[in-house]
């Protein structure tokens, strides 16, 4: 079996560690298997795998990968809890940036929306999926009127 080192950062077993690294590798790959996720999840505890997936921001894609496997219902309303938040601050940074962009138009200045919003948009497609606190802009501070 994998190190994951970085699981280093959870508290719990190696072995659990492992497992929960694997099992929300697994959600995020393209061929999930929910017969490999619920084996997965029978390896590991519910306390590390939420708070693997909150590290990295994938409670929600998590979520909905194992919301029909039955090994995941210790846990599965927690990340239901998730990505119903990643929602939410999708939808708050969203509002934000509607209130942001007439100003930076008027400034004349080239402007840019970088991560968060962008990878939920194109690369995840449902807000729910990654979680992001914050809006990230880049302004061309030679383009200003």
Do not use: N
Not at 86 to 105: F, K, N, S, T
């Amino acid at each position: 079996m994998t190190s994951w080192s970085w699981t280093r950062r959870i508290e719990g077993p190696r072995t659990q560690r492992d497992a929960a690294a694997q099992l929300l590798a697994h959600c995020v790959g393209p061929a999930f298997d929910p017969a490999t996720a619920a084996r997965l999840g029978t390896r590991t505890s519910a306390d590390i795998i939420l708070a693997l997936a909150d590290y990295h921001g994938v409670a929600g894609l998590a979520y909905e990968r194992l919301r029909e496997v039955d090994a995941a219902a210790p846990f599965i309303a927690d990340l239901h809890r998730r990505y119903t938040r990643a929602v939410q601050g999708h939808m708050r940074i969203m509002w934000e940036l509607a209130h942001l962009q007439p100003v930076l138009d008027a400034t004349g200045a080239r402007w840019a929306v970088i991560k968060g919003p962008v990878a939920v948009e194109v690369l995840y497609g449902s807000p729910g999926q990654r979680a992001y606190q914050d809006l990230d802009v880049l302004v061309d501070p030679g383009g200003a009127e």
